[in-house]
């Protein structure tokens, strides 16, 4: 109503449009009633909230669990007077005062004498930001008074609710057991699935299908199953750092926060209300990474409670989970490709050939003679597995070094400069600064009063341009952060290619094939295991033909081997075409609508050249 209102106002009759204003001047009037219950008090107003642009999310689509209700912004009631920023802040300021009054309850439950409701303390200073408001309201002038409010609210209370020192805790977890910083986590998580897979293959009830190694998808993994498989990987890495008191302490925090579980949906309906604008730079392709570590799709989640939900929502922790199985599916397949190497009994002429006296004699020569034929066929059929191998192990080694060398590191270093100053990025800049700082004091004793030669006057450690100090530093605001670490993550999410849907699939693909190519080498494996014991030691196993299974296991084989090579230069063809897309201009991430917010400029790749000419270093691209 007030919009059209507002449009009827543009008329050439006077007297209409006096009549407009003043109906438009009622309608703000109402609305200010119900934004002021909002913002100075926390709550929707008691008539019309079915109207009102905020609006109570309900309990089974909330991704937090903070204690206090989730609100949301209704996009359709949202008046167009309301800027996306001005409405973000409406909705912070709002969730905020709510956060403070349940901290103010708990401490209500503990001391009622001398307790005074939080959200009133600012009650007076708030409203007079509201009160300036005239009719009829400009866009600027709102965003103007819920700024004020914010900062006002930020200032004087946010900051010890939510300090920045719990923040950086926070992301620093995100960053080691997610972003996979931590390398041995990886490693640790991606081994304790596979042995617990091998296990249950073990079992007497999945004896008959060894052999069928595209049945591994019809496994069905119990909750308890996927728990255990992370209660073993804390174990794990609790051995690996005994003694250190700074791990031990970082992995007790991440093991309280972080839950393995099985995803109860492909993916999490976004929510219907648009937050801002910042929030369309979430748009991941729609292929999914989770299902890849065990049979089964699961989720890696971060429980976070008040009032770190005001710092990271829900749509965080859905990229966060989208990016950690994204990359633990490419250090999974680099793994499981190097591990091909470790059976030596496809690399080798194993057992050792007969010596002397047996080699001496024409039984021992037939023998010696039919083994080195056995062993020369293998090898031929090997070889184009092999090369296979090592060009898709090359290919994801450089492309999960290009991911968490440059792109990860990258971003994080950049976001942490912004978002706490004083806070080193680089590790050798204190050793520098303490060396420098040494070699002047040194420098100084020794000239004294030394005389300048240029200015005449004398050097003097007094000089305010010799002690430059430092600047002031305001603190960032909760909703700035919030907002500048959704720009953060958009910004990784592009540089590592999960918006585009080509590159996605082609990646899923090839991975897919990749499981496929090394469950068919352990099946050659074991095929020419059981012909060896037959024809060499006259072990026969009355089960299988030993001499038909190799030969369906090789031709299975290389038909993964084919499917492999396809999805390789699948894959590569559109490396090549990010490359060229995403080097044109020099603006990087701005070219992709990733820009910039209060002073934080996210990092920005200019293109992926270089892991192209690695690549064309090692004969893949085009080969």
Wanted: overall charge negative; aromatic content about 6%.
């Amino acid at each position: 109503m007030m919009d059209k209102l507002r449009e009827e106002a543009q008329t050439g009759y006077p007297d209409l449009e006096e009549i407009a204003l003043d109906l438009v001047q009622v309608t703000e009037t109402a609305w200010l009633r119900q934004l002021s219950t909002w913002v100075l008090y926390g709550r929707l107003p008691a008539f019309g909230a079915e109207d009102f642009m905020i609006a109570l999310v309900d309990e089974g689509d909330q991704g937090v669990d903070s204690g206090t209700p989730e609100y949301a912004i209704v996009a359709g009631l949202m008046p167009k007077l309301v800027t996306s920023s001005a409405a973000s802040s409406i909705l912070f300021v709002g969730r905020s005062l709510n956060h403070i009054r349940a901290q103010g309850n708990t401490l209500s439950s503990l001391d009622q004498s001398s307790f005074t409701s939080p959200e009133l303390a600012l009650l007076p200073a708030h409203l007079r930001h509201l009160s300036a408001l005239s009719s009829p309201i400009s866009s600027s002038s709102l965003s103007s008074a819920i700024s004020a409010i914010r900062a006002s609210l930020s200032k004087n209370m946010l900051q010890q609710l939510l300090p920045l020192p719990k923040i950086l805790d926070i992301l620093s977890v995100l960053r080691d057991y997610f972003l996979l910083e931590r390398g041995e986590f990886a490693i640790a998580l991606i081994t304790e699935a596979d042995e617990h897979l091998k296990a249950r293959w073990r079992r007497p009830e999945h004896a008959s299908q060894d052999q069928a190694s595209d049945k591994l998808t019809a496994v069905l993994i119990k909750e308890g199953e996927v728990t255990a498989v992370l209660a073993r990987t804390w174990a794990t890495l609790s051995s690996f750092h005994a003694g250190d008191d700074e791990d031990d302490d970082a992995d007790d925090l991440a093991r309280d926060l972080i839950d393995l579980s099985i995803s109860k949906s492909p993916t999490r309906a976004p929510p219907t209300p648009a937050r801002s604008s910042s929030d369309e730079h979430y748009a991941l392709a729609d292929v999914q990474f989770n299902d890849l570590l065990l049979s089964t799709p699961t989720t890696l989640s971060l429980y976070v409670s008040s009032p770190l939900d005001l710092f990271i929502t829900p749509r965080d922790l859905d990229s966060y989970t989208a990016i950690h199985s994204y990359l633990l599916s490419i250090r999974r397949g680099h793994l499981k490709l190097t591990h091909l190497w470790k059976r030596t009994t496809l690399r080798r002429d194993h057992p050792s050939p007969l010596g002397p006296p047996h080699s001496n004699t024409s039984t021992g020569q037939a023998s010696l003679q039919q083994r080195r034929a056995r062993a020369n066929a293998r090898a031929r059929g090997m070889r184009k597995v092999w090369a296979t191998s090592s060009a898709a192990a090359f290919l994801l080694a450089e492309v999960g070094e290009y991911f968490q060398g440059q792109v990860v590191k990258g971003s994080w270093k950049t976001f942490l400069s912004w978002l706490d100053t004083s806070v080193r990025t680089d590790e050798e800049a204190g050793t520098r600064h303490e060396t420098a700082q040494n070699r002047d004091r040194n420098h100084d004793d020794d000239v004294g009063d030394e005389v300048d030669l240029w200015t005449g006057r004398k050097a003097s450690s007094s000089d305010p341009r010799q002690a430059p100090s430092a600047p002031d530093r305001t603190p960032h605001d909760p909703e700035t952060l919030s907002r500048a670490h959704r720009l953060y993550l958009s910004s990784l999410t592009h540089a590592l290619f999960l918006t585009d849907l080509a590159f996605t699939s082609a990646l899923r693909a090839f991975l897919r094939s990749l499981d496929h190519l090394v469950a068919c080498v352990a099946r050659v494996d074991a095929a020419q295991k059981t012909l060896d014991l037959e024809t060499d030691s006259g072990v026969v196993d009355t089960d299988v033909d030993g001499a038909v299974e190799e030969r369906r296991a090789m031709r299975a084989l290389l038909g993964a081997d084919e499917a492999v090579h396809a999805d390789l230069g699948t894959l590569l063809g559109r490396l090549r075409e990010l490359d060229g897309e995403r080097s044109v201009g020099s603006s990087g991430g701005a070219a992709h609508g990733v820009g910039e917010f209060d002073g934080f400029v996210p990092w920005r790749s200019g293109g992926v050249d270089r892991l192209c000419m690695k690549l064309d270093f090692g004969s893949f691209v085009g080969g």
